[in-house]
């Protein structure tokens, strides 16, 4: 935004009135149909009163009747569709016409009806892009001449009609620049708001930054303590205080992972995850998360499988992968009855890699595969009520993927199993 108050005020002033999607046109010309009526209303009201007789009845009836009978065709026969700037434009010039027509006819009137070219050059420099503003403007200036001329062009008529078409320009120019003041205030209110939003949003992020940061040395601690009592201490113990500590542990671990996902996503949401590509072959890593989530498939007799190119190297950052398969292969198992399949199989393609990870679990509704990847979702059923879960997992896996280049996906049938897939670009030598 410029600090130069003039550019500020032109800027402002010609940027009055841009009417940019098609809602806005249909809104617009829902009023100028409304206030249309009404004026047409106001016309038939006025000639039955007293002054009615200033004015001609032969003609305001019959241009009342055409003037609706347009209106109806105008705002609700022509279909929708043909809305915009030029149907705007058309429909104020030909109601510009229309009061130049009943000043003409109404002599003795002409005078007081001149105010209704005020407010259609003030209403269209309120509400409308500079070139239409211009264009009524000038076309109320030309009328107003013409009139003059045709009333005989007297040296008193051209005197009031100077001061007619030059008190119009001030209107116009006054009350364009206070609606584009207007517009610059509330354009500068939304700014200065959504900067606070920013600062706001910012501010929570280091905050969720700091506390998951302070919080991991107590967890990690705590989960050392536990482990070390188990291993060294576990003969003296009797068989509740041992389920005791590994409720703690199992506890403590779902803090530690909860505090491991609002690290990466404030980092990813600061914009500062780092991710490093290397060339990296799958095997090993395939391997490496297998090994580490083994005891949990087998505390629930689940069978682990790899299979396909294994052999496939990737351009990936090892430990975002890790944790990506961390992330889909742990879920596979979370979401498996006992006794089920948890498959990892990789192919190999010209240009990618991809891995699919399939299970035969509970499944998920095509409803809710829509926002499996948004932050904090998790499918509400009578299946999932019971599996412990922070929502973090996928958005995380989706983010990672996708900064090392790559897609995810998913396909699954509700109670039947789901497999979830992902890209990533081929290490090519
Ligand atoms: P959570 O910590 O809840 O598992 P995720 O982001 O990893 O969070 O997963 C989001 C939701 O997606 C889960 O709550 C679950 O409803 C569903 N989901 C993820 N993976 C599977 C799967 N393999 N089978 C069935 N549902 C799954």
């Known amino acids: 935004m410029s ?3 003039n550019e500020s005020w032109l800027n402002s002033f010609l940027s009055v009135g841009k009417i940019v999607t098609r809602e806005q046109h249909v809104r617009f010309e829902h009023i100028a149909g409304v206030f249309t009526g009404l004026a047409l209303l106001l016309a038939l009201i006025s000639v039955q009163l007293p002054f009615g007789q200033a004015m001609d009845k032969k003609v305001v009836y019959p241009f009342v009747i055409v003037v609706g009978f347009f209106c109806i065709v105008w705002f609700l026969i022509i279909p929708r569709r043909f809305t915009g700037l030029a149907k705007n434009l058309i429909h104020t010039v030909l109601v510009t016409l229309y009061v130049a027509f009943l000043i003409y006819t109404n002599p003795t009137m002409g005078q007081n009806l001149i105010v209704l070219y005020y407010v259609i050059a003030v209403a269209a420099a309120v509400a409308m892009p500079t070139f239409f503003s211009l264009t009524i403007t000038i076309l109320v200036i030309i009328l107003i001449y013409t009139e003059w001329f045709l009333a005989g062009a007297t040296s008193a008529g051209f005197t009031s009609t100077i001061i007619y078409t030059t008190g119009l320009l001030i209107v116009v120019f006054y009350t364009r620049s206070l609606a584009g003041e207007a517009a ?8 200065v708001h959504l900067e606070k939003e920013k600062t706001l949003s910012k501010l929570k992020d280091e905050y969720i930054f700091i506390i998951s940061h302070k919080l991991k040395q107590p967890t990690s601690a705590i989960k050392g303590y536990t482990d070390e009592i188990i291993k060294e201490y576990s003969q003296n ?3 509740e205080s041992k389920e005791t500590l590994e409720f703690i542990k199992t506890n403590d671990e779902r803090l530690e992972k909860l505090l491991d996902d609002l690290l990466d996503i404030s980092q990813i949401e600061k914009g500062i995850m780092r991710i490093n590509l290397t060339d990296v072959s799958l095997s090993p890593v395939i391997s490496e998360v297998l090994s580490n989530l083994f005891l949990d498939a087998q505390s629930k007799k689940i069978s682990l499988l790899e299979r396909g190119d294994l052999n496939t190297a990737v351009k990936a950052d090892s430990d975002r992968l890790k944790e990506v398969l961390m992330n ?17 199989e990789v192919k190999k393609e010209e240009l990618a890699a991809k891995l699919f990870i399939s299970d035969s679990g509970i499944g998920i509704s095509p409803q809710d595969q829509k926002y499996l990847f948004e932050k904090f979702f998790r499918a509400e059923n009578e299946k999932t ?3 412990k879960g922070n929502g973090l997992g996928l958005f ?3 983010q990672l993927v996708e900064k090392m280049g790559g897609e995810v996906g998913v396909s699954s049938e509700f109670g039947r199993g789901s497999t979830f897939f992902f890209t990533l670009p081929r290490y090519r030598w």
């Not at 610059?184 to 700014?191: G, P």
């Not at 889909?328 to 990892?344: E, H, Q, R, S």
């Open 396 to 398: 995380i896996t989706k």
């Open 184 to 191: 610059y205030a509330r354009k500068k209110e939304e700014e």
């Open 328 to 344: 889909l292969v742990g879920n596979a198992i979370k979401y498996t009855p006992d006794g089920g399949k948890v498959t990892i």
């Open 385 to 387: 009520k019971a599996i």
């Open 3 to 5: 600090e130069n108050p």
């Open 237 to 239: 113990l009797d068989s």
